[in-house]
Structures are given as C-alpha cells and as structure tokens.
C-alpha cells in the first residue's frame, strides 16, 4: 500500500508542476479576494514569502507572496485533482509548499520578463480575453456567479481578468523561451540514450503458459506449431496468462531480445525464468530502436516534454545565480517539506532541528506545531533506513576483520579504513542513534494519533507500531477499503489488486480475533462483505455474511443480502451453497 500512496503523491507533484505550465485555470472562477488585493497596502512583513537580489529583499510587491494568493492558488489546483481528501498534516502542507515554490519560480519568471521585454502586447491580451469571455458567455452559471462576484462583467474583466491573462501570457513568452526543444536536439537525446529509452518504452503483448519441466514446455511448443497456441493450451489443460504492454528488462537480456524481435503471432521459448519454464505467444511488439520508430510512437512527446523540463530546471537555476536571487520562505513548516523534498541539506541536521522544536528533555512539547511533527516523522524514517544499513555494513565489516576475510571494496570507500577497535567503538554509537530515533519517532506517531485519529497516514504507521492493537488496524484497513471502493467500481480491480488482498487480510485478521469486540469484528465482517459484492465475488460474500450474521444477528436485512448474493451466483439451490470460502476464494480473506 506504501508503494500505491507514492504513486498517488507522485501524480499530485505532477499535477502541482502542470497546473502551472499549462496556463492559470482558475481564471472563469477567479477568487474575489485578488479584485480587493490592489486596494490594501502591504507591507514584506504581511508575506508569506518573498524574492531576494544580492540578499535584500525587492521592494517590488509583485515580487512578494501573500497569504491570499497562496490559499486562491492552492484551493484553484485542488478543485483540479482527482477526488480525494488530503491528510492534514502530512498531505496539505507538503503540496501547500510545492504550491508555493511554483508561485515563487512564477515571479523569477516576471523579474526576468521585464527585464527582457516579454511583455505581451494589448491585442494579444484583448485577443485572449476575448476568447474567455465567448467561453463565460456560453455558461449562464458560470456568467452569474462572475456578477454576484465582480458586480459587473465590466468590473470582473478590467480588475481581474485583464491583469491574469497578462501575467499569463507573460510567463507563456518566457516558458516558450527557456522550454522549447528542437528536433535535433531530440536526436541527440535519444541517440545518446537509446539503451535506456528502449528499455524504458519498447513494449510487447504477450500470452503466457508455464511448467515446471522443460520436457513439457517443448511438448507444448510442438503442439502449439500443428494447432496453435491457444488450441494446444486448451488440450493440455493449461492456463494462460495475458501480458499486455510488457516491458524490457524483467525476463533478462536474452529473452527480451527474442521477444522483442518476433514477429506478431510467433511462439517463443521455452525460456527458464525464476525456477519455471515459459512458453510465449507474441501477439504483438512496439519498438522504438530506431529513431524512425521513435518519432512515431508515444515515446517522442515523453522524452521531449523530458528534455523541456531539464532545461526549464537548469536555466532557472542558472538565471538565479546570475542574478542573485534568491527567496526567503518565512513559514518553517513549507520551508521544512521543502528542504526535505529536495534534499538540500542533510537529514541528521533536520532532524535534530525538529528534534528541538518538538521535544523537551525527552517529552513533546506543548506547543509542538503538528505539522513539524508530521515532517519529524517523514525525515525519522529516512534517517532510520539510513543507520538501519549503516549499522548492518560495520557489522559485516567487523565480522570480515575477525574472520580474517579481505573487507569489500566497498565498504571501505563508505567508511574508510577502520580497525576492529574503531568499529567496536562506532557499532554501539550507531545503535543508541538508532534507539533514539526510534524511540521519539514512536512517541511523535503516537501523540499525532491521538490529535488525528482517523489520518491515513497516522494510521499506517500506527499498525506498524502496534501491529497488536486490533482497533488501530481496524481504523486502518476500513479507511483503506473506503478510498479503494471507488477505484473498484469505475472497474480497475486489475491496478489495485495487491491493495484489496491486503485490506482483506488486514480486516480479516481483525474479523477473526477473539480479543476484540463484537461492534468491530461485525464491521470488519461488513467491510469484507461490501467488498466482496463490489469485486462480484458472491461465493466469499456469503461466507463473510454467514459470519457476520452469527456473531451480530440484528446488525443488517440479512435477507435483503442474501437475496443480492442468490442473484449474483448460478442458478444453483441454495441449500447447497458453500458456508465457507471455496478454495480461490480463501486467499483474499487470508
């Protein structure tokens, strides 16, 4: 589940970048905070944050970010992203503060527009405005909610719509500027990383059967040549397994440069992959080995929105340090998620920063901001895994110098040459880092837990914690199945099917217990009922349903559900259905 609430933050910070780039989308519903904005002076110290030239900040206020403009931006981008709701304090700051660096990098781009004379001219602008208004003027909705808003379109065009679209419009002239990619340039790329490109975009649709024999595997490739693969599979009894939009690098270099060079409905193999013998049916390939290939496929606008993207970083960074200029983040927490996304400092000095800001002779402070706490935990973890394998290498370095084996190249590069002495003296330092960072990271999750005792990602770490505790892994695992349910009724069981077996097991274990009580076990059993109808397996539905029913008869129409599970089952009599899962059904509950 770890690697799918990743996956989910690597969309959100992809999201945060193209919001950005693709032009200011909150135009049509603009917050009317920004049309008051011109009529209040602010001062620098009002900013949330702010550019700086040769380390003094610019006197400019466009160059300054207030708080409005951080909240209007960020609420803007979240009507934008899928249906999902933020963790507090883990989730909302963190993409709060990737807001606001793009905001910051949005005003290096104005500083450098004025300076360059990139300012669009009024008809480009009148040109825009325009269109945005023949778009307002189609949707009544859209053109009252202006009105009530604005009090008049006329109000809501010249002090606010006008100044948006040149601002946008200006930072469209400078992306287009520092972004834009040649072909040749794309050669290039591609011809300096094709290796890497293939691996990464050559793709395959197979159809794959397996034995524990090679003998059989040949068998079958004979017969599939007389019949056909999936005749022959049929015959032999054989499942076959679909592999659509495989990619290099899982089988090894030898398969993939023989799957890869098949022609459409060959029968390759057998090959001997992971202790078992595999027979393909190579339905089709999508290569991109040749740069002709390449330009046709999927692959080109990737790698060039890649290339565009490297240069935007490198010039931005560059323009900065010519010009000195720099920002100033006043809020510690954005700054914090900031330094930790980035890596741009080490994580031990962040994490005894935080340690200090949270923790008062052993004990959490009162005043502890739980967003810094959140941030404590993220940078314990890493830090964990770092000393984790730190302390492993000594000891497998001590372990070499008293067996009397040569120590590996590599271990002396990280740590040097160190005698059994040293190492008898570091190992134990290492450890007690490792003991503290443990320690204050269990009792910042738990304090965490009991201010956010519904937060997913409190949750997660509690059941790590206290893999015991029943209740916490209850909370958890029912959470989880709630945010997966709609995934599994817009029909992608497929992307998601490690998670479900996870939250089944998880609840199941819960189910199951005689610790714990009735209430929560009965709505254990209810999840697991729900989420087996959802992915239509009636079979485990009824079994949970049975359990659930002898454990808290009044809890549901128990005669309304079977009545659901009855239609979703053959037309078999219902005196012979299964009380307990069949034998593909027992993993998912497991």
Known sequence: MRKWMKKWQGLIIWVVAGFFVAGIAWWSIAAYMRSSAPKVQYSL???????????????????????????????????????????????????????????????????????????????????????????????????????????????????????????????????EKVMSVTDDEVKKYYEGHKKDIMLKYDKADLVSVSFDKEEDAKAFVNKAAEIGFEKAATSMGLETEELNSFGRGILGDEVDDIVFSASPNSIVGPFNVFDKWYVFKVKDVRKVDTYENFVISDAFQDVKSQISNEKYNKWIENYKKEKHISYVIKDEIYRYWLEVMKKERDEEDIWKELKNHIFEKGNIRED?????????????????????????????????????????????????????DELEQKIPKVQAQLDEIENLYKKVVEDLYEGFPTSMEVLRRMV??????????????????????????????????????????????????????????????????????????????????????????DYMDFEGAYEQIKAMLPSTPSENLPSTPTENATPQGE
């Open 368 to 420: 502890a901001q739980d967003e810094l706490k959140a941030i404590f935990v993220v940078v314990s973890e890493d830090l964990k895994f770092q000393k984790e394998n730190e302390l492993r290498d000594l000891k497998s370095y001590k372990k070499d110098l008293e067996e009397g084996k040569d120590v590996s190249e590599n271990l002396k590069k990280k740590y040097g040459e160190l005698s059994k």
């Open 45 to 175: 110290e009002d900013a949330v944050a702010y550019l700086t030239k040769d380390g003094t900040p610019m006197n400019d206020p466009t160059y300054w970010v207030m708080g409005w403009e951080l909240e209007t931006k960020y609420s803007d981008l979240l009507r934008n992203l899928p249906t999902y709701s933020l963790d507090p304090v883990f989730e909302d700051p963190k993409l709060k503060a990737l807001v606001l660096e793009r905001i910051l990098e949005n005003k290096v781009l104005m500083y450098h527009a004025s300076e360059e004379n990139l300012l669009p001219t009024k008809k480009e602008i009148d040109r825009e405005v325009n269109n945005i208004l023949e778009s307002i003027k189609k949707d009544k909705a859209k053109q009252s909610l202006i009105i009530r808003r604005y009090g008049t379109l006329t109000n809501y065009i010249n002090n606010y719509l006008k100044p948006s679209v040149k601002e946008e419009l200006t930072l469209k002239k400078v992306r």
């Open 464 to 553: 790590q914690i206290k893999p015991e505790d029943r209740y916490v892994r209850f909370e958890y695992y029912s959470q989880l199945y709630s945010r997966l349910k709609p995934l599994i009724q817009y029909g992608q069981v497929s992307s998601i099917l490690n998670d479900i077996l996870q939250t089944q097991i998880g609840l199941l274990t819960v189910a199951m217990a005689t610790d714990v009580s009735t209430d929560v076990r009965a709505e254990a059993y209810y999840d697991l009922y729900d989420m087996s109808i959802s992915i239509g397996d009636a079979t485990s539905a009824k079994y949970y349903l049975d359990s659930l029913k002898e454990i808290a008869p």
